[in-house]
């Protein structure tokens, strides 16, 4: 080992498991894994504060659990049917999900999450999207920050320890049997200097989001970026990594732009590139107003942008022209809450007449058929503008810039019932585990998070118990790992003629907005799938890092860099096998031709479920990524008997 690499401060830690991340999904698994009786436990979070749990919402962030309120039936295998009908959904993880759902909502109410319920103790709900059901509840607009909150109050009252500011940039794995035993973070400190972290651990509960770092236009908050290409680099599967999200949000201040910001009516307006030229731009993409009001009210609740709503009329086509504004003609496009639109107002005044029924009657039900949409939103949401005020911005006085941003992978790491990768030892939770399918009803992700951690934490407590390797064997094992990524950073350090990592990153995530977001065009896809094995070859020769920050920076970089490739391979795998738009994306075969598309909408081949049945699986060997398809596990047909299950479960079968 080089003096450079040798003058780098080294922390040793072990235990029994490692958590990665700070979530509601990290949090909870810690805490799920001391109430069972497993305390040897060690949280290594990038940083506290800056995860998707605690710092994203929309104007009623929802969680989703089995109905517990009011005389509409429900049953735990309704709700795994309804998870299952997402498409691409495995049923026994969909049953899972269905059946620990009341479970793990009750322990939040009792750390003191506050959901709402009436006098008689029934906790109430509405109907979400891609659900027919009253299953949803919310806390407002900040529900996962408060879970994020209690659940962090209780991992603190048991003193769990956590390392806070430590990025893992490798896991560390066996091959025979594919196992891993720990994994290498770094940690850069106050006064500029860099530690390096080593982690010998028996399991690894993986809870660190989704891949937002992927894309520029995102509304995950800046601080989170993901940390998929560990986990990709030794050999864990990926499971639909097609399946992304994407929908209106605010840009200064990442937002979703759902709900009750779009039901209250508000203005869309685009100017150029000086701030000036404004333009009402909706009607270019609708052939009546009250088509073109009513699409702006249904973006509330079909929020996600769908090809299946690109049709005449269809409320998709929002994306489509605030896309279209922005990318196309390279014009600014604003959400204005102080004005009605012009094509609703007849003598200075909305006509609510205009709206079709579902609109009217939602917004006659709300008591809101007055004023302009500020108004309406204080009336109908004050904490949905309450929170914009919060982060500095009055929507009674400013304007919001908008976007198209990724806000979700429903895909992620493949796991299995018990939330094990196919990397034993590796559990990944949360949103970073692709369980999701291709459409899920809003607020299942949040079950998710807490029914995944539930469920590794159970089948660590039971199964794998077994101490840390001894640390000298630890450190023989580890050594070559420990000195090539060690190497890594010090080719990046003495790299002077390179690009900052930051910069180099800010481009590439430009790239893969423009050829794999929620328009996906192949022929652009190849180009960037040459362009991004190229950087990684000569990632070491293009990018510099010249202190600490920038060699953390530089690794974050080079793993968002490969979670591209991987990512981008299942894209194209899939539209080569013959998969057609679906979900949240739209495969372009044509340019948009803007002049059909008031009267015809965007006419386009949907996969119409024709591959409900597949689940696909992606995997990193070497330096090619491998795809295939298998099909989707069944729901379960159980038929419960007490005293089978019983004795099942008391000679510890279960598991």
């Not at 027919?132 to 769990?160: D, H, N, V, W």
């Not at 003629?497 to 430009?510: C, I, N, S, T, V």
């Amino acid at each position: 080992m080089n003096k450079e690499i040798a003058e780098y401060a080294t922390e040793y830690y072990e235990c029994n498991t490692l958590i990665v991340g700070s979530g509601c999904a990290a949090y909870n698994a810690a805490d799920s894994l001391y109430d069972l009786g497993q305390h040897d436990l060690l949280i290594a979070t990038e940083g506290r504060k800056m995860g998707t749990s605690r710092n994203t919402g929309s104007d009623k962030q929802t969680y989703y659990k089995l109905s517990l309120a009011d005389d509409k039936p429900d049953s735990i295998y309704e709700m795994a049917k309804t998870l299952f009908g997402g498409g691409a959904v495995d049923g026994d993880t969909a049953l899972v999900e269905a059946a620990n759902s009341v479970r793990s909502f009750f322990k939040l109410v009792n750390l003191g999450v506050p959901f709402p319920h009436d006098e008689y103790g029934q906790y109430v709900g509405y109907q979400t999207d891609h659900d027919a059901t009253q299953r949803a509840t919310s806390c407002g607009p900040l529900t996962s920050k408060y879970m994020t909150e209690k659940l962090e109050a209780s991992i603190k009252k048991k003193e769990i320890k956590l390392l806070d500011g430590v990025r893992i940039v490798k896991i560390l794995k066996e091959n025979e049997p594919q196992k891993v035993y720990g994994a290498i973070g770094i940690r850069t400190e106050g006064d500029g200097s860099l530690t390096w972290i080593k982690l010998n651990c028996t399991n690894i509960i993986y809870a660190t989001g989704g891949p937002s770092g992927i894309y520029h236009r995102s509304v995950y908050p800046v601080s989170q970026t993901g940390s998929h290409g560990p986990a990709f680099a030794a050999g864990a599967k990926g499971k639909n990594l097609t399946e992304f999200q994407y929908g209106i949000a605010s840009v200064l201040f990442r937002w979703n732009l759902s709900g009750s910001y779009q039901q209250v009516i508000p203005r869309y307006y685009s100017v150029n590139e000086n701030g000036e030229d404004e333009h009402e731009f909706l009607l270019d993409y609708f052939e009546t107003p009250a088509d073109m009001l009513t699409a702006v009210f249904l973006k509330g609740y079909q929020w996600p942008f769908d090809p299946r709503k690109v049709g005449k009329s269809g409320s998709s086509l929002v994306d489509i022209a605030v896309y279209q504004e922005e990318i196309i003609k390279h014009r600014k496009v604003y959400l204005d809450f102080r004005r009605n639109p012009e094509s609703a107002e007849r003598d200075g005044v909305f006509d609510f007449r205009l709206l079709k029924k579902e609109a009217y009657d939602y917004l006659e039900n709300s008591e809101i058929l007055f004023g302009a949409p500020i108004e309406r939103l204080l009336k109908m949401n004050q904490p949905a503008y309450q929170l914009y005020l919060d982060h500095g911005i009055d929507l009674s006085r400013d304007p919001l810039e908008i976007s198209v941003s990724a806000q979700h992978n429903n895909g992620g790491l493949a796991a299995n019932q018990w939330w094990e990768s196919n990397v034993k030892h590796l559990f990944p939770v949360g949103e970073v585990c692709g369980n999701f399918g291709v459409y899920r009803p809003g607020g299942s992700a949040l079950n998710a998070t807490q029914v995944g951690s539930l469920r590794a934490a159970q089948f660590i407590s039971s199964q794998y118990r077994d101490l840390p390797l001894p640390k000298e064997i630890f450190e023989e094992n580890s050594a070559k790992e420990f000195e090539k990524t060690v190497s890594f950073s010090e080719a990046l350090r003495q790299n002077d003629r390179g690009q900052d990592p930051l910069a180099y990153r800010r481009q590439f995530q430009k790239e893969f907005d423009q050829s794999a977001a929620f328009l996906r065009d192949p022929a652009k896809m190849e180009t960037q799938r040459r362009v991004i094995d190229e950087r990684l070859q000569t990632f070491e020769k293009t990018v510099r890092a010249k202190d600490a920050a920038e060699i953390r920076a530089a690794f974050v970089t080079y793993d968002l860099l490969l979670t591209q490739k991987v990512y981008l391979s299942a894209m194209l795998s899939y539209i080569e096998s013959g998969g057609k738009s679906r979900g949240s994306y739209l495969i372009e075969k044509a340019a948009i031709d803007l002049s059909k598309i008031k009267t015809n909408g965007i006419p386009l081949a949907l996969d119409g479920g024709a591959r409900d049945q597949l689940v696909q699986l992606t995997q990193l060997e070497g330096e090619q990524v491998e795809n295939r398809y298998r099909d989707r596990h069944p729901l379960p047909k159980t038929k419960s008997w007490f005293e089978q299950i019983y004795k099942q479960y008391i000679e510890g079968k279960i598991i």
